[in-house]
């Protein structure tokens, strides 16, 4: 009998902006708060570290223009955090984030980003993937990720997923009001209508 050679998939990460999905200046980007219910009742989200910083982040990156949004959040999630998952599809918010490069002048897009974030149900975990060299990967209480996020858009994104998970979450925080966003168009090569971004996103600063 001939014999079966084993098949390893290696997965990579993209790299380059040559596919990057721009509106007008602006890059657009697309993430998620990757979370999961534990044993007693209770969410936990996964952050993601970064080289040279102590601080965590939420998985987020570049939306090309060979996928849809959702595509490229889901992408994101598995290159730096090696997750797989159910996306909620609507989105927890758009923010506008601003390179340190480009934060003297806050009325230009040039520099900056739009990001839809979303919350995702982590269905698997993979012991392998693309980024592990430079994104370790860590679960954690709700309050502890508001202790430890880097930036203010986070921790309204975190509270915006915890007022979607009433009946599990009992977790103290202040969660911000914000109108529901609406589900995104699934076409791919369209770029698609912006929401207002939340009066609060100017001190969202990021690294895009």
Same mark, same amino acid.
């Given at each position: 009998?001939?014999?079966?050679?084993?098949?390893?998939?290696?997965?990579?990460?993209?790299?380059?902006?040559?596919?990057?999905?721009?509106?007008?200046?602006?890059?657009?980007?697309?993430?998620?708060?990757?979370?999961?219910?534990?044993?007693?009742?209770?969410?936990?989200?996964?952050?993601?570290?970064?080289?040279?910083?102590?601080?965590?982040?939420?998985?987020?990156?570049? =939306?090309?223009?060979?996928? %849809?949004? @959702?595509?490229?959040?889901?992408? !994101?999630?598995?290159? &730096? *955090?090696?997750?797989?998952?159910?996306?909620?599809?609507?989105?927890?918010?758009?923010?506008?984030?601003?390179?340190?490069?480009?934060?003297?002048?806050?009325?230009?897009?040039?520099?900056?980003?739009?990001?839809?974030?979303?919350?995702?149900?982590?269905?698997?975990?993979?012991?392998?993937?693309?980024?592990?060299?430079?994104?370790?990967?860590? =679960?954690?209480?709700?309050? %502890?990720? @508001?202790?430890?996020?880097?930036? !203010?858009?986070?921790? &309204? *994104?975190?509270?915006?997923?915890?007022?979607?998970?009433?009946?599990?979450?009992?977790?103290?925080?202040?969660?911000?009001?914000?109108?529901?966003?609406?589900?995104?168009?699934?076409?791919?090569?369209?770029?698609?209508?912006?929401?207002?971004?939340?009066?609060?996103?100017?001190?969202?600063?990021?690294?895009?």
């Amino acid at each position: 009998m001939a014999s079966q050679e084993n098949t390893v998939t290696v997965l990579v990460a993209r790299k380059g902006r040559l596919r990057q999905r721009y509106d007008n200046e602006y890059r657009l980007v697309a993430g998620v708060v990757p979370y999961r219910v534990a044993a007693d009742g209770q969410p936990e989200v996964l952050i993601v570290s970064t080289p040279n910083r102590d601080d965590l982040v939420f998985p987020k990156g570049g =939306w090309e223009d060979d996928e %849809d949004v @959702y595509e490229a959040a889901s992408r !994101e999630a598995l290159e &730096e *955090a090696g997750v797989k998952g159910n996306i909620d599809r609507t989105a927890l918010g758009l923010w506008v984030f601003r390179s340190k490069s480009s934060q003297a002048d806050n009325d230009s897009p040039r520099g900056a980003c739009k990001g839809y974030i979303f919350a995702m149900e982590v269905a698997e975990e993979l012991d392998q993937w693309p980024e592990q060299d430079t994104h370790g990967r860590q =679960w954690v209480s709700p309050a %502890d990720a @508001y202790r430890l996020c880097r930036y !203010e858009w986070m921790r &309204e *994104a975190l509270s915006a997923l915890l007022d979607r998970l009433p009946a599990i979450c009992h977790c103290q925080h202040q969660a911000a009001t914000k109108p529901a966003a609406p589900e995104l168009n699934e076409r791919p090569g369209v770029v698609y209508m912006m929401m207002k971004a939340a009066a609060t996103a100017e001190p969202a600063l990021a690294l895009c």
